[in-house]
T-cell receptor, first 115, second 114 residues
């Protein structure tokens, strides 16, 4: 079974600074997908960034980028120029490539951006 | 329209009640999901519908009964729930999970069982 570990239950950062959230996973699969989702107090889960395991290039979306280390099974999220609206729970998630359509989530990291 | 709409937003029900949660999307997505999320925990998958057929049931108790009347609608029928079933119930949809596509989530229904 796949597991996803987020070792930082809570983090804080000052506005405009950079923060990195950690995620490791365990799988015997060679092809899969990784995601970072954000859940603000409004409760709605929003996709931040997506990575396909067979792509070596790290995904980026504006201020958000990942450091994907397949051999180390690591998938960290870097948020640059942090904004107050980035305050949320961040979940790392894994999906197999086999069509199971099942997202396996880590326990989450609560990020607070301070003014 | 990139929304997944869930109704109601809040629901309080007794243990003998029957109620339903509703989820709707008009993005042409063919995979729809129910997740359960307890406070300060990650979402846990309950059911997956793919092309209107139930493809995954994560050993959910029978007091939860999913239904997919058409490709845009997903219901979760609730009956004889227990207080420990109180949680946030999230609906999601995706174009097709077979290609690892993005899942779009609704805002959830906050369910309280008394």
């Amino acid at each position: 079974a796949q597991t996803v570990t987020q070792s930082q239950p809570e983090m804080s950062v000052q506005e405009a600074e950079t923060v990195t959230l950690s995620c490791t996973y365990d799988t015997s699969e060679s092809n899969y997908y990784l995601f970072w989702y954000k859940q603000p107090p409004s409760r709605q889960m929003i996709l931040v960034i997506r990575q396909e395991a067979y792509k070596q290039q790290n995904a980026t979306e504006n201020r958000f980028s990942v450091n994907f280390q397949k051999a180390a099974k690591s998938f960290s999220l870097k948020i640059s120029d942090s904004q107050l609206g980035d305050t949320a729970m961040y979940f790392c998630a894994f999906m197999k490539h086999d069509g199971s359509e099942k997202l396996v989530f880590g326990k989450g990291t609560k990020l607070t951006v301070n003014p | 329209d990139t929304e997944v709409t869930q109704t109601p937003k809040h629901l309080v029900m007794g243990m003998t009640n029957k109620k339903s949660l509703k989820c709707e999307q008009h993005m042409g997505h063919r995979a729809m999901y129910w997740y359960k999320q307890k406070a300060k925990k990650p979402p846990e998958l309950m059911f997956v519908y793919s092309y209107e057929k139930l493809s995954i049931n994560e050993s959910v108790p029978s007091r939860f009964s999913p239904e997919c009347p058409n490709s845009s609608l997903l219901n979760l029928h609730l009956h004889a729930l227990q207080p420990e079933d109180s949680a946030l119930y999230l609906c999601a949809s995706s174009l097709s999970g077979r290609r690892g596509t993005e899942a779009f989530f609704g805002q959830g229904t906050r369910l309280t069982v008394v």
